[in-house]
């Protein structure tokens, strides 16, 4: 206006109208029935304009409340929404389940979003164990054995092997008599074929008692497989470890795990330069944990449902997505990370009722590739929503 004078929005110059945080989606988990947790999720809607602002917050699933669902906003105002897993929920089968949280203003529109739901009815249970009393026969090269592991090794750098298991006597370990050599090439431990089919949510837990020196110049790992000849990575030591007790370690496996017949995890030992030897892998109470899958031990033949998968799985970086849909209708494809955040949106339109595919090329929707990690392809149908893991691997 030529005056010099400028006009500065006095509640927050550079927001939009209407802002909501956290950005987190809400997550709810508890075993089939409830109580789940956490009892509620809160999220502030702050009003940044100066004028009263009216909102509707709705979920586009009957598994959740939503207090208050709509409302008006003083001018500089905020109010507190609770989301709470209700008595819908308590009655869900076994399974993963998911939806949306819209935040509307009605106001002026800006500043309108979404919050992913999704909530998980029954608790992992405890599917394998292996005590290690007995052998379980895992093929062992190099000095890993089954046995009492005699608290030799040591001497000179971290701490020896212990005496006996965690449990029991027992163990698997590399030496059991004492510290890892000097130039071992990787030496594997690998299990027996583990039938995960109907599975969902599979994690790995065990018993550590590890002594390696620092990775550039000894390795200590951990690897999974669903055919026994393609395994990928899910630990290795990010620096020099050295254990004088026991400790339980936990890996969500789930993204090649679920579901599958012949799983295999593989502890290695190595590569070891020529100095500085340790007491090695030691490890008891092996456990794998999953939820039963509710949906496919119920599928009927020619009656569709709604889900979605990929494959491969984990992929780099093509991979094509599967979606099957209970109903003909309007459906929508989208690939988020980890935090919730709209990744890429891969199909939307009219589908068929019954299966179909779409492929991704690990590309975000401005053309970057995205970097490794897990992600989220979540399907959203009139019937309802549901979503699946996938792992980039590079
Ligand atoms: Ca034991
Ligand atoms: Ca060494
Ligand atoms: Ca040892």
């Not at 008692?209 to 990010?238: C, I, K, R």
């Not at 929508?332 to 949106?345: A, E, I, Q």
Request: with cysteine; glycine share 14%.
């Amino acid at each position: 206006m030529g005056s010099g004078a400028e006009t500065i929005n006095t509640f927050s110059p550079y927001a939009l109208t209407m802002v909501v945080g956290p950005s987190d989606g809400a997550s709810f988990e508890g075993d089939v029935g409830g109580p789940f947790v956490p009892v509620d999720v809160s999220y502030f809607i702050n009003n940044n304009s100066d004028v009263p602002l009216t909102f509707v917050v709705s979920a586009d699933v009957a598994w959740v409340d939503v207090t208050p669902g709509t409302g008006l906003i003083p001018a500089g105002g905020s109010i507190d929404v609770t989301v709470t897993a209700n008595a819908v929920a308590a009655g869900l089968a076994q399974g993963s389940y998911a939806g949306t949280l819209t935040f509307e203003n009605l106001t002026d529109g800006e500043g309108n979003t979404v919050r992913l739901l999704d909530l998980t009815a029954g608790l992992p249970k405890l599917v394998y164990s292996y005590n290690m009393d007995g052998d379980p026969g895992w093929t062992a090269a190099g000095d890993w054995a089954h046995g009492q592991p005699t608290g030799g090794g040591g001497v000179s750098y971290g701490f020896p092997d212990p005496a006996s298991g965690f449990t029991g006597s027992n163990v698997y370990g590399f030496n059991l008599g004492g510290d890892y050599a000097p130039n071992l090439p990787e030496l594997h431990l690998v299990t027996g074929a583990i039938d995960c089919t109907g599975l969902e949510g599979v994690t790995l837990k065990f018993m550590r008692w590890l002594n390696v020196e620092q990775p550039l110049y000894d390795h200590a790992s951990l690897a999974v497989s669903s055919d026994g000849a393609t395994f990928f990575p899910v630990w290795e030591n990010p620096a020099e470890i050295i254990e004088n007790a026991w400790t339980q370690v936990e890996y969500d496996i789930s993204a090649v795990a679920d579901g599958q017949a012949t799983v295999y995890l593989r502890w290695t030992m190595g590569t070891t330069d020529g100095n500085w030897q340790y007491s090695g892998w030691n490890i008891d109470d092996v456990e794998i944990w999953g939820m039963q899958d509710g949906v496919s031990a119920i599928a009927v033949p020619g009656v569709y449902q709604l889900k979605v998968g990929n494959h491969p799985n984990p992929f780099n970086p093509m991979t094509t997505v599967s979606f099957e849909l209970a109903a003909a209708g309007h459906a929508t494809v989208n690939v988020y990370d980890l935090k919730g955040r709209l990744v890429r949106n891969l199909v939307e339109g009219a589908f068929a009722a019954g299966p179909h595919s779409a492929p991704w090329d690990g590309l975000g929707n401005g053309g970057q590739p995205v970097g490794s990690g897990v992600y989220l392809v979540r399907v959203v149908s009139n019937t309802g929503a549901a979503e699946h893991k996938m792992v980039l691997l590079k």
